[in-house]
Structures are given as C-alpha cells and as structure tokens.
C-alpha cells in the first residue's frame, strides 16, 4: 500500500511502537494536521506506520489499528517517534533488530523528531551521538548514563541539532511540532495552529522545563496585566519597573512572580514577543524592514536584524523572502 499521495505536500511518518503514550500521538496529527496556506491547502499529510502493521497497544484502555509498516519511513519528509511507556523500564539494552532495519529505511537528510523518551530510540540508533538532546526530566539520569557521547540538556523544552529534534516530556511535544512548522511555513501559520488548539503559539526551546517548580500562590495575583499591557505598548522601550507598576509590586517579587507563571524572565518573554511581532508584520505587511524595528519595539533596523539572526539564524530581509504570502 502507499503511504504517501504524490500531492507534493510534506509527509510526516509517525513511528509507533507497543504502548504507545496516545496523547503524543494525537499531538502529531492534530498540530500538523491543522496546517493550511493561505488559500486554504493542507501543507501536511501524516501517516502512521508500525513495525508490523495492525493492532497496537497503547498507554490506555484501547488499541490503535495501524494500516501501514516501516516502509512508511522511506517516503517521509519527517519522521516523528513519540515516546512508549516501554521506555521507562529501567530494563536497557540495543535496539530490536525490526526496529534498527525500519530506522534505516530513512532517507538521508530526512528530519528526524522524538517526543519525549522517544529520545531513547534515536540515541539508541545512534543519531543522537555528538548532539545537543533533552527528554523528560524524570529520565534524565538514566539517559545521561546509557548514552554519555549525548550532549544532554535537561533544561529546555526542545532541541533541534540541524535536522534531529528532540523534545522533553508530553506537552514539550507541542511546542516541538509549532516548532517545525514555523520553521517550515513562517510564524503566522505556525501561530494560525496554536490559535486552533488553543495553546501558547511560541514556547522557546530554551525555556526551562517545569522541574520541581513550585507552583505560584493562587492567593497571589498573576502576572498577566503586566503581560496584557506590555503587548499594547510593545512599539516602545518597556522597563521592569513599568511592568512591575501594572502589578502594583515591586520589581524583585514581579520578576520572582513572573519565572513562576511563566519560566523565563520578563525581558527574555519581552524579547520574544517583540520577534513574534516582528516575523508577523514581515509576512503579512509590506512595510519597510525599518519600519517593521520600529513597530516591534526593536527601534533600529540592525538590532532586529541581530535579534532575528541570534534567534532564527536569518535577517528580517531573508525571512521575509522566506515566508512573505502572496
């Protein structure tokens, strides 16, 4: 059977394995799944492909019926390998021998993703040997032992090593996804998905996961009118104490607040804010790019182009040639 139309869409192969936590397979195919152009056009077609093709347990009380196998893997744009809960048994050895020969059925220079402790099976493969890889915290022992040539961060959400991404625990895998498409597509699709699954359009990778954190009082105020409030007057320099002022408390228990609620500092969130809007107006207007600085709250030309390519790896020009709709 063929996994793939010949529709020129970008195929993403989502490789399951027995008990398959469900919820980060359903992150896949409902994130990419939701992807469109701006005439309307799906930009994605995922599929789901086994070792054997048929029956697969998953994390619950059900079973998910796969129609297609390992020669899925051949095909894919971008391979996807969510976590199972098989990977938390402290039980560690190589690799099945089914799943090694469907793993190198990949095309070389296909991207390769793993959500959560699907970050096992790539480093287990090898494709994770020399690179920067996170999984959920609650592994990160056990991963840094079994593959000490891994350059390991427990501390971010998700990496992306030239093409091989992995992401920490369950929701990370959300934030991985958004990720891909606005690398693919621009912000302004990859925000149009978020919009529809009502979730954050733009975690960071390098926000910190939520390790022992505690939570915020809920007899304390949150931060959000100061958020609010910073997002209508992003066009100007905005300083701690203004955003502390809308809260009506002092800058060090805003900032403590703030981390809590949010896991970054106010003038990291600012600065990501301001290249949000930044990448927006860059595909939706045909403003100058120094106009665009302006609006963003960059006020120059060259400091968003320095923001943009610490962040991005482009210029504003580049970008916009990149993403610009017709």
Not at 146 to 173: E, H, K, M, W
């Amino acid at each position: 059977m063929t996994a793939f139309a010949d529709d020129g869409r970008h195929r993403v192969a989502v490789l399951v394995r027995d008990e398959i936590l469900s919820f980060e397979l359903s992150i896949v195919h409902r994130l990419f799944g939701q992807a469109r152009s701006a005439a309307g056009t799906a930009l994605y077609e995922v599929v789901t492909c086994a070792l054997d093709p048929g029956d697969v347990r998953t994390d619950a009380d059900f079973t998910i019926t796969v129609v297609h196998g390992p020669e899925a893997l051949a095909e894919a744009d971008t391979v996807v390998v969510p976590g199972s809960r098989v990977d938390f048994e402290p039980r560690s050895g190589p690799l099945a021998p089914s799943l090694t020969a469907a793993l190198a059925r990949i095309r070389p220079g296909t991207r390769i993703a793993s959500i959560c402790s699907g970050s096992f099976v790539l480093a287990a493969a090898g494709l994770l040997t020399g690179r920067r890889a996170t999984t959920h915290w609650r592994s990160s022992a056990r991963f840094r032992e079994r593959f000490p040539n891994v350059v390991f961060d427990v501390d971010v959400l998700y990496t992306d090593d030239d093409g091989v991404l992995t992401s920490a625990g369950a929701a990370a895998g959300i934030d991985l996804c958004l990720h891909m498409i606005r690398t693919d597509h621009g912000a302004a699709v990859a925000n149009e998905v978020a919009r529809g699954s009502v979730v954050p359009p733009h975690r960071e990778g390098g926000q910190a996961q939520y390790v022992q954190r505690p939570m915020p009082d809920p007899r304390v105020s949150s931060t959000g009118k100061a958020r609010q409030w910073a997002l209508a007057n992003l066009h100007r320099p905005i300083t701690l104490r203004e955003l502390a002022a809308q809260e009506s408390t002092s800058t060090r228990t805003f900032t403590r607040r703030f981390r809590d609620e949010i896991g970054t500092s106010p003038g990291r969130w600012l600065t990501q804010q301001r290249i949000e809007r930044a990448c927006s107006l860059l595909e939706r207007t045909d403003l100058p790019i120094d106009e665009v600085a302006v609006t963003a709250g960059f006020g120059t030309a060259g400091s968003m182009r320095l923001h943009l390519q610490a962040e991005l790896g482009v210029s504003p020009s580049a970008y916009r040639a990149t993403f610009r709709g017709p």
